[in-house]
């Protein structure tokens, strides 16, 4: 994923919460366009999708009311591991990424902490029991985020090579609906670009997105000695609406365990 996928091509499947006051939006939809200044430029008249990112992202920041919770990770033995593996896969064709991992260590973490697997409809309170992780992809013509369903069942290397071909398709506008529409939690990583932390914006109706910054060399305090350790910074947004705070910080710590401690995910 690469960036904040708040706004997903499409709503996603399952309904979102009714707005508690629809004439707010509405008049925030009819504010005048901003008057461009006197200086040469090029105007793109905005494209549908364009128009449903800028939609769902207001929807979001408006609606939901989020809480941000910031872990740091140590990479290392995840590194080492994802080296070991990808020897061992290289002649099926298949390579793991750090991401593919992050997805099942997401997917494992919201299993064992299912107060973050949720979804706030305004009268309910839904508990998913399974996780399907929506993936933050950007495409040429915007951002969408394609799903890997029922992630926390999946072996490492069927997560890399299903988030690779639904990746391709993604950025070919060839996505069916159901394969980005609805999901459970979502993942979005900026590493690739350097961004060392970020705050990701919630893709509603789900309960909670990870933003995932750069794997860096920093000083790191390991078994009560500073050492040079790669670690990165994750950040939980979550819907405080369905889920507290005490819920929200159990899920990061299951979430830096398993990623600290990777072959957990393989157990």
């Given at each position: 994923?690469?960036?904040?996928?708040?706004?997903?091509?499409?709503?996603?499947?399952?309904?979102?919460?009714?707005?508690?006051?629809?004439?707010?939006?509405?008049?925030?939809?009819?504010?005048?366009?901003?008057?461009?200044?006197?200086?040469?430029?090029?105007?793109?008249?905005?494209?549908?999708?364009?128009?449903?990112?800028?939609?769902?992202?207001?929807?979001?920041?408006?609606?939901?009311?989020h809480?941000?919770?910031?872990?740091?990770?140590?990479?290392?033995?995840?590194?080492?591991?994802?080296?070991e593996?990808?020897?061992?896969?290289?002649?099926?064709?298949?390579?793991l990424?750090?991401?593919?991992?992050?997805?099942?260590?997401?997917?494992?973490?919201?299993?064992?902490?299912?107060?973050c697997?949720?979804?706030?409809?305004?009268?309910?309170?839904?508990?998913?029991?399974?996780?399907?992780?929506?993936?933050?992809?950007?495409?040429?013509?915007?951002?969408?985020?394609?799903?890997?369903?029922?992630?926390?069942?999946?072996?490492?290397?069927?997560?890399?090579?299903?988030?690779?071909?639904?990746?391709?398709r993604?950025?070919?506008?060839?996505?069916?609906?159901?394969?980005?529409?609805?999901?459970?939690?979502?993942?979005?990583?900026?590493?690739m670009?350097?961004?060392?932390?970020?705050?990701?914006?919630?893709?509603?109706?789900?309960?909670?997105?990870?933003?995932?910054?750069?794997?860096?060399?920093?000083?790191?305090?390991?078994?009560?000695?500073?050492?040079?350790?790669?670690?990165m910074?994750?950040?939980?947004?979550?819907?405080?609406?369905?889920?507290?705070g005490?819920?929200?910080?159990?899920?990061?710590?299951?979430?830096?365990?398993?990623?600290?401690?990777?072959?957990?995910?393989?157990?």
């Amino acid at each position: 994923g690469q960036a904040t996928p708040a706004a997903a091509a499409a709503p996603a499947a399952a309904p979102a919460a009714p707005a508690a006051a629809p004439a707010a939006p509405q008049a925030a939809h009819a504010v005048a366009p901003a008057v461009v200044p006197d200086i040469p430029h090029e105007s793109v008249k905005l494209s549908n999708i364009r128009k449903t990112i800028a939609r769902r992202l207001t929807e979001s920041k408006q609606n939901v009311p989020h809480i941000y919770l910031t872990v740091d990770v140590q990479l290392d033995k995840l590194l080492k591991l994802r080296s070991e593996l990808n020897a061992g896969l290289e002649a099926r064709g298949v390579k793991l990424s750090v991401n593919d991992m992050l997805i099942k260590a997401l997917a494992a973490a919201l299993m064992e902490v299912p107060s973050c697997n949720v979804m706030y409809t305004g009268t309910e309170l839904v508990t998913f029991k399974r996780a399907d992780i929506s993936v933050a992809v950007s495409t040429p013509t915007g951002l969408i985020t394609p799903i890997v369903a029922q992630a926390d069942t999946k072996s490492l290397s069927a997560i890399a090579t299903e988030i690779k071909e639904l990746a391709g398709r993604a950025r070919e506008g060839k996505l069916k609906p159901e394969e980005y529409q609805g999901g459970t939690a979502s993942l979005s990583n900026m590493g690739m670009y350097g961004i060392k932390q970020f705050e990701a914006v919630i893709n509603p109706p789900q309960g909670m997105i990870m933003a995932i910054g750069a794997g860096e060399k920093r000083p790191y305090v390991i078994d009560d000695s500073l050492q040079i350790a790669t670690v990165m910074s994750a950040t939980g947004s979550f819907d405080h609406r369905a889920i507290d705070g005490a819920d929200g910080a159990q899920l990061m710590q299951a979430f830096k365990r398993l990623v600290e401690n990777p072959l957990g995910m393989l157990a």
